[in-house]
């Protein structure tokens, strides 16, 4: 069992940067996946980013990806996701996932919600033009 606490939200403006953190607290943080969705209203969570537990891979939605960072300190049972050049778009809630494996058999089921065990509450993106 883990519990997830996502941080960092707010309200900024286009071209800005954002750094989101996701606090882990339970046992055996460090053989988790972990990932980042989205969502907006009325539309399904999407997939932003995830990393292998050891941090050695990493997995970017296109909408992201060269702006986004992922990363993960398994001593400080955190994880972060560093946004730049932010855009209205990623205006959403954001969610921190854990997936209570050590490694997924495709790439593709990294960006599936379905695969992770854990979710957080959220933290709330604006994005002003």
């Known amino acids: 069992q883990v519990q997830l606490v996502e941080s960092g939200g707010g309200l900024v403006q286009a071209g800005d940067s954002l750094r989101l953190s996701c606090a882990a607290s339970?046992?055996?943080?460090?053989?988790?996946?972990m990932g980042w969705f989205r969502q907006t209203p009325g539309k399904e969570r999407e997939f932003v980013a995830a990393i292998t537990w050891r941090g050695d891979r990493t997995y970017y939605a296109d909408s992201v990806k060269g702006r986004g960072t992922i990363s993960r300190d398994n001593a400080q049972t955190t994880m972060y996701l560093q946004m730049n050049n932010l855009k209205p778009e990623d205006t959403a809630v954001y969610y921190c996932?854990?997936?209570?494996?050590?490694?997924?058999?495709?790439?593709?089921?990294?960006?599936?919600?379905?695969?992770?065990?854990?979710w957080g509450q959220g933290t709330q993106v604006t994005v002003s033009s």
């Open positions: 339970g046992r055996a943080f460090s053989i988790y996946i």
């Open positions: 996932a854990a997936a209570r494996a050590l490694q997924m058999y495709s790439a593709s089921q990294y960006y599936n919600v379905g695969e992770y065990d854990y």
